[in-house]
């Protein structure tokens, strides 16, 4: 199975902040990777897909890219509204996998 | 809109089975992939299976196969789970979710949590 090796685990930043959010696969897996956001007792959201292409309907301050097997997810000029946990995804091959998830806390 | 309404969850006992229902909407059901994905309590994500459109193909996580089917009714507009010999890792909220394409899931419903009682 492919892992996704997400990274922090959590974070704590300002509004207005940029923050950076980071998945590894454990292999090649092109740019096969999806991120979603989960705020508490709601389903997951589906922000990106295509590592780089933003979900229809999702604010442009969310962006993602890619480098070899490393993934990031971007969230430029944080808002209290973007405090929640976000999962990366890969969508290359079965099974698909998930990060451990990333907890994003506003100070 | 599009809706999901996930339903059938409950406190089972280990060994047990169950039967977990999705509802679709607001869209052309029997033209997706559907997935069901788990999370137990306080941790990730874990996808569990999908399957085609039209039944064609079903595919598990490992940590199901055998125990779980995936099925569908497209003439009811309704996703299945069909769970037996429970375990208590088990234990999950369990959304169904819309496969957009290439395993991008784009709607979900609100989950169905299954519990355990001792």
């Known amino acids: 199975d492919i892992q996704m090796t997400q990274s922090p685990s959590s974070l704590s930043a300002s509004v207005g902040d940029r923050v950076t959010i980071t998945c590894r696969a454990s292999q090649s897996i092109r740019r096969s990777v999806n991120w979603y956001q989960q705020k508490p007792g709601k389903a997951p959201n589906l922000l990106i897909y295509g590592a780089i292409t933003l979900q229809s309907g999702v604010p442009s301050s969310f962006s993602g890219s890619a480098s070899g097997t490393d993934f990031t997810l971007t969230i430029s000029n944080l808002q209290p509204e973007d405090s929640a946990t976000y999962y990366c995804q890969q969508s290359y091959t079965r099974p698909w996998t998930f990060g451990q998830g990333t907890k994003v806390e506003i100070k | ?118």
């Open chain 2, 1 to 118: 809109q599009v809706q999901l309404v996930e339903s059938g969850g409950g406190v089972v006992q280990p060994g047990r089975s169950l039967r977990l229902s999705c509802t679709a909407s607001g869209f052309t059901f029997s033209t997706y992939e559907m997935h069901w994905v788990r999370q137990a309590p306080g941790k990730g994500l874990e996808w569990v299976a999908v399957i085609w459109h039209d039944e064609s193909e079903k595919y598990y996580a490992d940590s199901v196969r055998g125990r779980f089917t995936i099925s569908r009714d497209n003439s009811k507009n309704t996703l299945y789970l069909h769970m037996n010999s429970l375990r208590d890792e088990d234990t999950a909220i369990y959304y169904c979710a819309r496969d957009q394409g290439g395993a991008r899931m784009d709607y979900w419903g609100q989950g169905t949590l299954v519990t355990f009682s001792s």
